[in-house]
């Protein structure tokens, strides 16, 4: 069983700075993707931003060049640094990773966080 565990969010102005981090927990298992994603009172969720094995990085237009996400490998983490937060960011972000197991390669499992809420105030 694998566990993804967030910490970061918080309360703060616009055009503040905060720092998202998820770490997976288990044992005997790979991850492909790690990303977040948030979602807003009454809306859909929606990607945030995700990073591959290899480094590979995507983003939401509504966050290029304020928010970067970044993995360490050997620790199983993912962090988000969020520059120049905006109102509109408010949301409960949730951390997800595709992960598969070492027993099983090539079968890929989706995880989620429990999500941790970022509120921008004006």
């Known amino acids: 069983q694998v566990q993804l565990v967030e910490s970061g969010g918080g309360l703060v102005q616009a055009g503040g700075s905060l720092r998202l981090s998820c770490a997976a927990s288990?044992?005997?298992?790979?991850?492909?993707?790690m990303g977040w994603y948030r979602q807003a009172p009454g809306k859909q969720r929606d990607l945030v931003a995700t990073v591959g094995s290899g480094g590979s990085t995507n983003y939401a237009d509504s966050v290029k060049g304020r928010f970067t996400i970044s993995r360490d490998n050997a620790k199983n983490t993912v962090g988000l640094p969020m520059n120049n937060l905006k109102p509109e960011d408010t949301a409960v972000y949730y951390c997800?990773?595709?992960?598969?197991?070492?027993?099983?390669?090539?079968?890929?499992?989706?995880?989620w966080g429990q999500g941790t809420q970022v509120t921008v105030s004006s």
């Open positions: 288990g044992s005997r298992f790979n991850i492909n993707t």
């Open positions: 997800k990773a595709i992960i598969s197991m070492t027993s099983s390669p090539l079968t890929f499992y989706q995880y």
